[in-house]
């Protein structure tokens, strides 16, 4: 038999609305082994990761409550949280 096993996809949760989406969905903002905090499109950076779906809503609550400072265990400036909301606008 040759069956083709479907490759499970991993589950995040957003830090805004608390909710679990498909990884790959997902705005991961990562803080790097050096401490520098960034965003990474791809998913595949080495650091710690906190998610955010694609929805400015999310964005506001999660910086209002400051989760991803949580999550991240460190201040996050200014110039990332600008870079999210132009990502979540579609300006890059």
């Known amino acids: 038999m040759n069956m083709l096993k479907e490759k499970k996809q991993p589950m995040r949760k ?9 990884k790959g969905t997902l705005i991961r903002v990562l803080k790097t ?5 960034r965003l990474d ?5 080495n650091g710690r990761g906190a998610y955010l779906c694609h929805n400015a809503e999310c964005l506001k ?3 209002k409550a400051r989760r991803l400072e949580a999550a991240l265990d460190c201040r996050i400036p200014d110039e990332v949280y600008i870079r999210l909301e132009e ?3 579609g300006k890059q």
């Open 33 to 37: 082994p050096e401490g520098e905090i």
């Open 41 to 45: 499109l791809t998913g595949r950076c």
């Open 61 to 63: 609550k999660a910086r």
């Open 14 to 22: 957003c830090s805004g609305c608390g909710e679990h989406f498909p």
């Open 87 to 89: 990502e979540l606008l």
